[in-house]
Protein backbone atom coordinates (compact mmCIF):
# COMPACT_ATOMS: atom_id res chain seq x y z
CA UNK A 1 0.00 0.00 0.00
CA UNK A 2 0.92 3.57 0.01
CA UNK A 3 3.39 4.99 2.53
CA UNK A 4 5.43 7.86 3.84
CA UNK A 5 8.96 7.69 5.56
CA UNK A 6 10.34 10.90 7.43
CA UNK A 7 13.67 11.09 8.83
CA UNK A 8 13.89 10.75 12.10
CA UNK A 9 13.43 13.07 15.20
CA UNK A 10 13.45 15.24 16.80
CA UNK A 11 15.83 18.02 14.89
CA UNK A 12 16.99 20.40 16.76
CA UNK A 13 18.79 23.78 15.30
CA UNK A 14 19.79 27.37 16.22
CA UNK A 15 17.86 30.28 14.71
CA UNK A 16 19.42 30.97 10.99
CA UNK A 17 20.78 27.29 10.51
CA UNK A 18 20.09 25.92 7.74
CA UNK A 19 17.20 23.50 7.61
CA UNK A 20 16.39 19.59 5.52
CA UNK A 21 13.80 17.32 6.85
CA UNK A 22 13.83 14.48 4.73
CA UNK A 23 10.84 12.61 3.11
CA UNK A 24 10.31 9.57 0.99
CA UNK A 25 6.89 7.90 -0.05
CA UNK A 26 6.00 4.68 -1.91
CA UNK A 27 2.93 5.03 -3.91
CA UNK A 28 0.96 3.52 -6.98
CA UNK A 29 0.00 5.68 -9.81
CA UNK A 30 1.01 9.55 -9.74
CA UNK A 31 0.72 10.69 -6.23
CA UNK A 32 -0.03 14.34 -4.89
CA UNK A 33 2.60 15.10 -2.15
CA UNK A 34 2.21 17.69 1.02
CA UNK A 35 4.06 19.46 3.80
CA UNK A 36 1.74 19.95 6.62
CA UNK A 37 2.86 22.01 9.70
CA UNK A 38 1.30 21.80 13.18
CA UNK A 39 2.13 24.30 15.80
CA UNK A 40 1.87 23.68 19.86
CA UNK A 41 -2.06 23.54 20.68
CA UNK A 42 -2.98 23.76 16.83
CA UNK A 43 -4.43 21.38 13.78
CA UNK A 44 -2.70 20.63 11.03
CA UNK A 45 -1.78 23.51 8.28
CA UNK A 46 -1.11 23.09 4.60
CA UNK A 47 2.56 24.67 4.56
CA UNK A 48 3.32 23.57 0.11
CA UNK A 49 2.54 20.70 -2.06
CA UNK A 50 3.21 19.69 -5.61
CA UNK A 51 1.19 17.57 -8.05
CA UNK A 52 3.79 16.29 -10.82
CA UNK A 53 7.47 15.24 -11.10
CA UNK A 54 9.96 18.17 -10.93
CA UNK A 55 7.47 20.51 -9.42
CA UNK A 56 8.80 22.88 -6.67
CA UNK A 57 6.41 23.46 -3.80
CA UNK A 58 7.20 26.49 -1.92
CA UNK A 59 5.60 29.04 1.16
CA UNK A 60 7.38 31.16 3.80
CA UNK A 61 10.60 30.48 2.55
CA UNK A 62 10.22 26.64 3.01
CA UNK A 63 10.65 24.51 -0.09
CA UNK A 64 10.37 20.89 -1.47
CA UNK A 65 10.62 19.60 -4.70
CA UNK A 66 8.83 16.47 -5.83
CA UNK A 67 11.78 13.76 -7.50
CA UNK A 68 10.28 10.83 -8.77
CA UNK A 69 13.58 9.23 -9.63
CA UNK A 70 14.65 8.89 -6.02
CA UNK A 71 10.58 8.63 -4.75
CA UNK A 72 11.33 11.92 -2.19
CA UNK A 73 9.99 15.51 -1.12
CA UNK A 74 12.39 17.00 1.11
CA UNK A 75 11.65 20.07 3.00
CA UNK A 76 14.32 22.70 3.16
CA UNK A 77 14.49 26.19 4.29
CA UNK A 78 17.75 28.61 4.35
CA UNK A 79 17.53 30.08 7.82
CA UNK A 80 15.23 28.77 10.18
CA UNK A 81 13.23 31.33 13.25
CA UNK A 82 12.51 30.07 16.61
CA UNK A 83 8.92 30.64 15.27
CA UNK A 84 9.26 27.57 12.78
CA UNK A 85 9.23 25.64 15.95
CA UNK A 86 6.87 23.17 14.93
CA UNK A 87 5.91 19.56 14.22
CA UNK A 88 5.87 18.52 10.34
CA UNK A 89 4.48 15.93 8.36
CA UNK A 90 4.82 14.79 4.62
CA UNK A 91 1.49 13.46 3.37
CA UNK A 92 0.45 11.90 -0.22
CA UNK A 93 -2.87 11.95 -1.89
CA UNK A 94 -2.00 8.45 -3.76
CA UNK A 95 -5.26 9.81 -6.33
CA UNK A 96 -8.23 7.43 -8.14
CA UNK A 97 -10.79 6.72 -5.95
CA UNK A 98 -8.81 8.19 -2.67
CA UNK A 99 -11.39 11.35 -2.40
CA UNK A 100 -9.00 13.91 -0.86
CA UNK A 101 -7.64 10.72 1.71
CA UNK A 102 -4.13 11.92 2.79
CA UNK A 103 -1.39 9.26 3.87
CA UNK A 104 0.84 11.37 6.40
CA UNK A 105 4.53 10.13 7.68
CA UNK A 106 5.23 10.28 11.38
CA UNK A 107 6.00 13.35 11.59
CA UNK A 108 9.38 15.18 12.67
CA UNK A 109 9.41 17.71 15.71
CA UNK A 110 11.59 20.94 14.93
CA UNK A 111 12.91 22.74 18.22
CA UNK A 112 14.50 25.97 16.92
CA UNK A 113 16.89 27.87 20.05
CA UNK A 114 17.32 31.79 19.81
CA UNK B 1 -13.73 32.69 9.81
CA UNK B 2 -14.14 29.33 12.67
CA UNK B 3 -13.26 26.86 9.85
CA UNK B 4 -13.31 23.74 11.75
CA UNK B 5 -14.67 23.38 14.95
CA UNK B 6 -14.36 20.70 17.14
CA UNK B 7 -15.85 19.51 20.69
CA UNK B 8 -14.71 18.90 23.04
CA UNK B 9 -10.92 20.06 22.94
CA UNK B 10 -10.19 17.50 26.04
CA UNK B 11 -12.19 14.56 27.26
CA UNK B 12 -11.59 11.88 30.16
CA UNK B 13 -12.96 8.22 29.79
CA UNK B 14 -13.30 4.86 31.62
CA UNK B 15 -13.17 1.86 29.38
CA UNK B 16 -16.43 0.66 28.19
CA UNK B 17 -17.96 4.39 28.56
CA UNK B 18 -19.59 5.38 25.04
CA UNK B 19 -19.19 9.28 23.92
CA UNK B 20 -19.48 10.81 20.66
CA UNK B 21 -17.27 14.20 18.97
CA UNK B 22 -18.28 16.42 17.35
CA UNK B 23 -17.07 18.74 14.37
CA UNK B 24 -18.90 20.61 12.03
CA UNK B 25 -17.73 23.26 9.49
CA UNK B 26 -18.68 26.55 7.83
CA UNK B 27 -17.06 26.38 4.59
CA UNK B 28 -19.41 25.04 2.64
CA UNK B 29 -17.30 21.58 1.90
CA UNK B 30 -18.69 18.43 0.70
CA UNK B 31 -15.59 15.66 2.25
CA UNK B 32 -15.01 15.47 5.70
CA UNK B 33 -12.58 13.35 7.47
CA UNK B 34 -11.90 11.98 11.19
CA UNK B 35 -8.12 11.32 11.74
CA UNK B 36 -6.24 9.76 15.06
CA UNK B 37 -2.91 11.20 15.62
CA UNK B 38 -0.33 9.40 18.41
CA UNK B 39 3.07 9.53 18.77
CA UNK B 40 5.61 8.16 16.00
CA UNK B 41 2.58 7.11 13.87
CA UNK B 42 1.57 10.16 12.46
CA UNK B 43 -1.69 11.17 11.52
CA UNK B 44 -4.67 7.68 10.56
CA UNK B 45 -8.09 7.72 8.88
CA UNK B 46 -10.19 6.74 10.58
CA UNK B 47 -13.51 7.40 7.93
CA UNK B 48 -14.47 10.07 5.79
CA UNK B 49 -17.43 10.91 4.34
CA UNK B 50 -16.69 11.60 0.89
CA UNK B 51 -20.36 13.78 0.39
CA UNK B 52 -23.24 14.10 2.51
CA UNK B 53 -25.08 10.83 2.85
CA UNK B 54 -22.32 8.30 2.51
CA UNK B 55 -19.40 7.54 4.67
CA UNK B 56 -16.47 4.94 4.51
CA UNK B 57 -14.03 3.08 6.57
CA UNK B 58 -10.21 4.54 6.64
CA UNK B 59 -7.19 2.79 7.75
CA UNK B 60 -8.44 2.34 11.50
CA UNK B 61 -12.10 2.16 11.50
CA UNK B 62 -12.47 -0.47 14.18
CA UNK B 63 -14.18 0.51 17.38
CA UNK B 64 -15.84 3.36 15.73
CA UNK B 65 -18.83 4.94 14.25
CA UNK B 66 -19.40 8.02 12.37
CA UNK B 67 -21.90 9.65 11.40
CA UNK B 68 -22.98 12.82 8.40
CA UNK B 69 -25.92 14.71 10.13
CA UNK B 70 -25.74 17.30 7.08
CA UNK B 71 -23.78 18.79 5.21
CA UNK B 72 -21.91 20.79 7.93
CA UNK B 73 -21.32 17.94 10.58
CA UNK B 74 -19.63 14.86 10.59
CA UNK B 75 -19.53 13.16 14.54
CA UNK B 76 -17.31 10.04 15.87
CA UNK B 77 -18.84 7.81 18.11
CA UNK B 78 -16.99 5.24 20.56
CA UNK B 79 -19.55 2.96 21.66
CA UNK B 80 -17.14 1.10 24.11
CA UNK B 81 -14.06 2.93 24.80
CA UNK B 82 -10.67 1.23 25.47
CA UNK B 83 -7.39 2.17 26.29
CA UNK B 84 -6.30 1.48 23.05
CA UNK B 85 -8.27 4.66 21.66
CA UNK B 86 -5.80 7.31 24.16
CA UNK B 87 -5.08 9.32 21.17
CA UNK B 88 -5.50 13.06 19.80
CA UNK B 89 -8.70 13.05 17.58
CA UNK B 90 -8.23 15.37 14.29
CA UNK B 91 -11.50 16.44 12.27
CA UNK B 92 -10.82 17.94 8.47
CA UNK B 93 -12.73 18.90 5.75
CA UNK B 94 -11.99 19.56 2.04
CA UNK B 95 -14.34 21.21 -0.58
CA UNK B 96 -14.78 18.18 -3.16
CA UNK B 97 -12.22 15.60 -1.73
CA UNK B 98 -10.17 15.47 -4.62
CA UNK B 99 -6.43 14.38 -5.78
CA UNK B 100 -4.60 18.01 -4.93
CA UNK B 101 -6.93 19.33 -2.98
CA UNK B 102 -5.94 20.88 0.40
CA UNK B 103 -7.35 19.89 3.97
CA UNK B 104 -8.20 21.85 6.67
CA UNK B 105 -8.40 20.22 10.16
CA UNK B 106 -9.89 21.19 13.49
CA UNK B 107 -7.64 21.89 16.26
CA UNK B 108 -8.23 18.47 18.00
CA UNK B 109 -9.75 16.64 20.97
CA UNK B 110 -7.28 14.87 23.64
CA UNK B 111 -8.96 11.94 24.85
CA UNK B 112 -7.67 9.53 27.58
CA UNK B 113 -9.04 6.63 27.99
CA UNK B 114 -8.15 4.80 31.67
Known amino acids: GDSVTQMEGPVTLSEEAFLTINCTYT??????LFWYVQYPGEGLQLLLK?????DKGSNKGFEATYRKETTSFHLEKGSVQVSDSAVYFC?????????????FGQGTILTVHP | NAGVTQTPKFQVLKTGQSMTLQCAQD?????MYWYRQDPGMGLRLIYY???????DKGEVPNGYNVSRLNKREFSLRLESAAPSQTSVYFC?????????????FGSGTQLSVL
Open chain 2, 92 to 104: ASSPWGQLNEKLF
Open chain 1, 50 to 54: ATKAD
Open chain 1, 91 to 103: ALNAGGTSYGKLT
Open chain 1, 27 to 32: ATGYPS
Open chain 2, 27 to 31: MNHNS
Open chain 2, 49 to 55: SASEGTT
